[in-house]
């Protein structure tokens, strides 16, 4: 499976935007640890890990009687984590085979909606753990975002940030399917929270929107927009005078059967 933003063509752009990305996930990750009452103990999967700030959470949870394996297609952002807690994999969820019955948690952020079959990766991921565990997702719906005042050049630009998205394997809208794909994977007692929030351009995640499409401006240029307009769509996404209604973020979890 390819990443459509890899580090290999803006290394330094994307650590950044993964660093915001984990400053305003972080938050939410911690609400659904508490939920589901991670702790002491826990055998936890990290698929996805990313920049391994999910990683470093949930090794914090199970203490010295637990474990987080972390999974990633591309690891270079998580080797220093190995530790005795710690085991970093370089690993495709839908590739190679999970250890079954294994965790008390599999918590897939902010992956889900780049993969092309969702409920088999969720499938895969109850069955990695154990009878009675969580399985745990996070995901974005990007149909809400919007700018106000609003403008030809954005909607334009907007249109075509989300066809870079599909055409780079993205469901844009997939947090909204999440909780029905929880379900469809079979696992139980699914809970599914929404979170958006509407404030001044340059607020947490509007940075993160406009890193988003200033590392997708290749793919947007070749779909038909400009230099100018992909500028001016990060210009208000970054003024303070502009108001910007966010992405939906869905938090779901769901229990495999006992």
């Given at each position: 499976?390819?990443?459509?933003?890899s580090?290999?063509?803006?290394?330094?752009?994307?650590?950044s935007?993964?660093?915001?990305?984990?400053?305003?996930?972080?938050?939410?990750?911690?609400?659904?640890l508490?939920?589901?009452g991670?702790?002491?103990?826990?055998?936890c999967?990290?698929?996805?890990?990313?920049?391994?700030?999910?990683a470093?959470l949930?090794?914090?949870?199970?203490?010295s009687?637990?474990?987080?394996?972390?999974?990633?297609?591309?690891?270079?952002?998580?080797?220093?984590?190995?530790?005795?807690?710690?085991?970093?994999?370089?690993?495709?969820?839908?590739?190679?085979?999970?250890?079954?019955?294994?965790f008390?948690?599999?918590y897939a952020?902010?992956?889900?909606?780049?993969?092309?079959?969702?409920?088999?990766?969720?499938?895969?991921?109850?069955?990695?753990?154990?009878?009675?565990?969580?399985?745990?997702?996070m995901?974005?719906?990007?149909?809400?975002?919007?700018?106000?005042?609003?403008?030809?050049?954005?909607?334009r630009?907007?249109?075509?940030?989300?066809?870079?998205?599909?055409?780079?394997?993205w469901?844009?809208?997939?947090?909204?399917?999440?909780?029905?794909d929880?379900?469809?994977?079979?696992?139980?007692?699914?809970?599914s929270?929404?979170?958006?929030?509407?404030?001044?351009?340059?607020?947490?995640?509007?940075?993160i929107?406009?890193?988003?499409?200033?590392?997708?401006?290749?793919?947007?240029?070749a779909?038909?927009?400009?230099?100018?307009?992909?500028?001016?769509?990060?210009?208000?996404?970054?003024?303070?005078?502009?108001?910007?209604?966010?992405?939906?973020?869905?938090?779901?979890?769901?229990?495999?059967?006992?």
């Amino acid at each position: 499976m390819t990443y459509l933003l890899s580090q290999d063509g803006a290394p330094e752009l994307e650590r950044s935007r993964l660093k915001l990305i984990q400053e305003f996930h972080d938050p939410l990750s911690v609400r659904q640890l508490d939920l589901m009452g991670v702790g002491e103990g826990w055998r936890c999967l990290d698929a996805g890990a990313g920049g391994g700030s999910l990683a470093r959470l949930l090794a914090e949870r199970v203490g010295s009687t637990g474990t987080v394996l972390a999974v990633d297609i591309d690891t270079s952002l998580l080797d220093d984590l190995a530790d005795e807690r710690i085991e970093v994999r370089r690993f495709d969820v839908l590739g190679g085979p999970l250890p079954q019955d294994a965790f008390d948690l599999a918590y897939a952020r902010l992956l889900l909606m780049h993969l092309p079959s969702r409920v088999r990766a969720l499938t895969r991921l109850s069955r990695s753990v154990r009878p009675g565990a969580w399985v745990a997702a996070m995901d974005p719906d990007f149909s809400t975002v919007g700018v106000s005042p609003s403008s030809p050049t954005w909607e334009r630009t907007r249109s075509v940030f989300l066809d870079a998205l599909i055409s780079g394997g993205w469901d844009p809208s997939y947090g909204a399917r999440l909780a029905g794909d929880l379900r469809a994977a079979g696992l139980v007692d699914v809970y599914s929270e929404p979170v958006a929030s509407e404030g001044p351009g340059d607020s947490l995640i509007a940075r993160i929107l406009s890193l988003t499409v200033e590392r997708l401006r290749d793919w947007m240029l070749a779909l038909g927009s400009g230099h100018e307009e992909i500028d001016e769509a990060r210009r208000l996404l970054e003024d303070p005078a502009t108001t910007f209604r966010s992405q939906t973020t869905y938090l779901a979890h769901g229990r495999r059967p006992a």
